[in-house]
């Protein structure tokens, strides 16, 4: 199969650098001269990888399209292509609706919305799609977990949980800030910062079965420190401000339909 990225960014080398490791048969990768540093460094790694001059060259040439370019860019990009009837689109655009990119397209094509994150790189990703699509689903598999969200809105979920990432960075950030107050140095602060939430994170997997109020309970002794930190961030407008924000992405996201 020959695949193909109209926009050569963070997201589209991820995706490359991830699917080049798994096991999914690939003959051909063609990706946008644009973003010319990203486009000769994947050539550079991987024989696979050809970079084409024009973007139309690679909707003539690829089986399965990725189109990644920025929101603000995409009508742009995509109304100035010819694009095969019946080819397979993935897009990967945040807030750009199948309906609205189909009539940019204006040739009848299987379009297919998905959410890859930086992680499908390393094969520790988490990919939501929309609709369901098998292809797309084993495509995916070699990159870590596929989530096929059921409606628009259960996709749209995911995009908006996904929001979270800066916000995840930002809260320890703000806890590694006060460590440094009190004497620890950043590099340790950040390493034990790190170990801590990737045990909480695998302590989460291992345990399906566990609601996340559950694990929280479970962490938490009566009386005990963890319990008095939540009780207090919640009591100060933590959870409630997390989530109106959630909301305001929301709003965004859907008023974009």
């Given at each position: 199969?020959?695949?193909?990225?109209?926009?050569?960014?963070?997201?589209?080398?991820?995706?490359?650098?991830?699917?080049?490791?798994?096991?999914?048969?690939?003959e051909?990768?063609?990706?946008?001269?644009?973003?010319?540093?990203?486009?000769?460094?994947?050539?550079?790694?991987?024989?696979?990888?050809?970079?084409?001059?024009?973007?139309?060259?690679?909707?003539?040439?690829?089986?399965?399209?990725?189109?990644?370019?920025?929101?603000?860019?995409?009508?742009?990009?995509?109304?100035?292509?010819?694009?095969?009837?019946g080819?397979?689109?993935?897009?990967?655009?945040?807030?750009?609706?199948?309906?609205?990119?189909?009539?940019?397209?204006g040739?009848p094509?299987?379009?297919?919305?998905?959410?890859?994150?930086?992680?499908?790189?390393?094969?520790?990703?988490?990919?939501?799609?929309?609709?369901?699509?098998?292809?797309?689903?084993?495509?995916?598999?070699?990159?870590?977990?596929?989530?096929?969200?059921?409606?628009?809105?259960?996709?749209?979920?995911y995009?908006?949980?996904?929001?979270?990432?800066?916000?995840?960075?930002?809260?320890?950030?703000?806890?590694?800030?006060?460590?440094?107050?009190?004497g620890?140095?950043?590099?340790?602060?950040?390493?034990?910062?790190?170990?801590?939430?990737?045990?909480?994170?695998?302590?989460?997997?291992?345990?399906?079965?566990?609601?996340?109020?559950?694990l929280?309970?479970?962490?938490?002794?009566?009386?005990?420190?963890?319990e008095?930190?939540?009780?207090?961030f919640?009591?100060?407008?933590?959870?409630?401000?997390?989530?109106?924000?959630?909301?305001?992405?929301?709003?965004?996201?859907?008023?974009?339909?």
């Amino acid at each position: 199969m020959k695949i193909g990225f109209i926009g050569t960014g963070v997201i589209a080398e991820a995706i490359i650098v991830g699917m080049s490791a798994s096991d999914f048969d690939v003959e051909e990768v063609l990706v946008s001269v644009r973003g010319r540093e990203v486009s000769d460094r994947l050539a550079r790694q991987f024989d696979k990888v050809r970079v084409c001059n024009a973007n139309q060259d690679i909707l003539d040439t690829a089986d399965l399209v990725f189109l990644a370019v920025l929101p603000h860019q995409a009508e742009d990009v995509v109304t100035a292509l010819q694009f095969k009837p019946g080819q397979t689109v993935v897009s990967v655009i945040a807030t750009l609706t199948a309906e609205r990119l189909a009539g940019w397209i204006g040739t009848p094509v299987e379009i297919t919305r998905a959410i890859p994150l930086p992680t499908v790189a390393d094969g520790r990703g988490v990919t939501a799609i929309f609709p369901h699509s098998d292809l797309l689903e084993r495509f995916f598999s070699g990159m870590g977990r596929v989530v096929s969200a059921p409606t628009l809105d259960a996709f749209d979920s995911y995009a908006i949980a996904s929001s979270t990432m800066g916000t995840y960075f930002g809260f320890l950030e703000t806890v590694s800030n006060w460590m440094q107050k009190q004497g620890t140095d950043p590099a340790s602060a950040k390493a034990y910062l790190d170990t801590l939430f990737f045990g909480l994170a695998s302590t989460s997997r291992a345990a399906p079965e566990q609601t996340l109020g559950d694990l929280r309970v479970g962490h938490s002794t009566p009386g005990g420190l963890n319990e008095q930190l939540f009780l207090v961030f919640d009591a100060k407008g933590g959870g409630e401000a997390l989530t109106d924000a959630l909301g305001s992405v929301a709003d965004r996201v859907r008023g974009a339909r």
